[in-house]
């Protein structure tokens, strides 16, 4: 069973940074279906994809964050970040980290089968 564990979440300001992290457990994969993600769910939104990494750490970006948001793993500890910068009152959400199948299935909803509970961000202006 696989387990995620997600911290690093808070309250800043427009145009400050935050890192989130996610320790996971019980992950079995190989090379090629190594994913690791994450979510976000805006207040009265649905839950959108933001950001993933595979083994050899190739990424994929909402086009919302790109150039903003910036996903990295450590998979000798079992963990991975989200660092966030240049941060807008609309990154305001709930943040998940999620254990795919295969990253280039992509954000939808049957590639994603483990979920955290989340970790809250708030940006103000």
């Known amino acids: 069973q696989v387990q995620l564990v997600e911290s690093g979440g808070g309250s800043v300001q427009a145009g400050g940074s935050l890192r989130l992290s996610c320790v996971y457990s019980g992950y079995t994969y190989t090379y090629s279906t190594y994913c690791m993600g994450w979510f976000r769910r805006a207040p009265g939104k649905e839950r959108e994809g933001v950001a993933s990494i595979n083994f050899f750490g190739s990424t994929s970006y909402a086009d919302s964050v790109k150039g903003r948001f910036t996903i990295s793993k450590d998979i000798s500890k079992n963990s991975l970040y989200l660092q966030m910068n240049s941060l807008k009152p609309e990154d305001t959400a709930m943040y998940y980290c999620?254990?795919?199948?295969?990253?280039?299935?992509?954000?939808?909803?049957?590639?994603?089968?483990?979920w955290g509970q989340g970790t809250l961000v708030t940006v103000s202006e």
């Open positions: 999620a254990a795919g199948r295969r990253c280039d299935y992509g954000f939808g909803d049957n590639a994603w089968y483990a």
